[in-house]
Nanobody
Framework: QVQLVESGGGLVQAGGSLRLSCAAS????????MGWFRQAPGKEREFVAA????????YYADYVKGRFTISRDNTKNTVDLQMNSLKPEDTAVYYC????????????????WGQGTQVTVSS
């Protein structure tokens, strides 16, 4: 069992930046691939970014590529999402997710989820 807790959400103007962080409870955190997903009101949860257990591979949705950066620190059991050049369409609840070993971009492949953190980008 892995418990995930997100933090760092908030209100920001368009063009601004936020850094989300996800803290994991599991001491074997380094065995888990991690992902960030988001869900806007009335929409399905969608993929944002993912990172392999070793940080050797990262994946991004086209709509955040070049603006968002995912990273992890296996010594601290954390995974971060640096979000720059934010747009109003980035407004959503952002979720951290974990699965053993292999990284996927589909939300259906992830077994553990945090409670989410709200990001609101004003125009």
């Amino acid at each position: 069992q892995v418990q995930l807790v997100e933090s760092g959400g908030g209100l920001v103007q368009a063009g601004g930046s936020l850094r989300l962080s996800c803290a994991a409870s599991r001491h074997t955190f380094s065995n888990y691939a991690m992902g960030w997903f988001r869900q806007a009101p009335g929409k399905e949860r969608e993929f944002v970014a993912a990172i392999s257990w070793s940080s050797g591979s990262t994946y991004y949705a086209d709509y955040v590529k070049g603006r968002f950066t995912i990273s992890r620190d296996n010594t601290k059991n954390t995974v971060d999402l640096q979000m720059n050049s934010l747009k109003p369409e980035d407004t959503a609840v952002y979720y951290c997710a974990a699965r053993l070993e292999v990284v996927f971009t589909s939300r259906y492949e992830y077994d553990y989820w945090g409670q989410g953190t709200q990001v609101t980008v004003s125009s």
